[in-house]
């Protein structure tokens, strides 16, 4: 699975953005997918995740009621709208698949293909 993400860009604070996380393969994805974010001398971390068949939805705290994730199965792209956004939500955004591994979407090493990022940039 090749994992293609995009959509980020600058934006001011209070803005909104949209990323957008492609994935290689015929359609009807069935596995969950995650988003991670990475800024300069931290460890990557959980954003949200969302399962294959959109019942469930995961949000670490500091993104809820302002970030939504989502799922197109037939076009085997996952959404993550950002609404609000502050400058704390600058950082690189990472799209993650999950095949093989059966743990916690909360923990980056249960995905088993990540996409190559793109940049998240909120001015203040």
């Known amino acids: 699975v090749q994992l293609q993400a995009s959509g980020g860009g600058l934006v001011q604070a209070g803005g909104s953005l949209t990323l957008s996380c492609a994935a290689s393969?015929?359609?009807?994805?069935?596995?969950?997918v995650g988003w991670f974010r990475r800024t300069p001398g931290k460890e990557r971390e959980f954003v949200a995740a969302i399962s294959w068949d959109s019942g469930t939805t995961y949000y670490t705290d500091s993104v809820k009621g302002r970030f939504t994730i989502s799922r197109d199965n037939d076009r085997n792209t996952v959404y993550l709208q950002m609404n609000n956004l502050k400058s704390e939500d600058t950082a690189v955004y990472f799209c993650?698949?999950?095949?093989?591994?059966?743990?916690?979407?909360?923990?980056?090493?249960?995905?088993?293909?990540w996409g190559q990022g793109t940049q998240v940039t909120v001015s203040s």
């Open positions: 993650a698949a999950n095949l093989y591994n059966g743990g916690s979407l909360y923990y980056s090493r249960t995905y088993d293909y």
């Open positions: 393969g015929p359609p009807g994805a069935r596995y969950p």
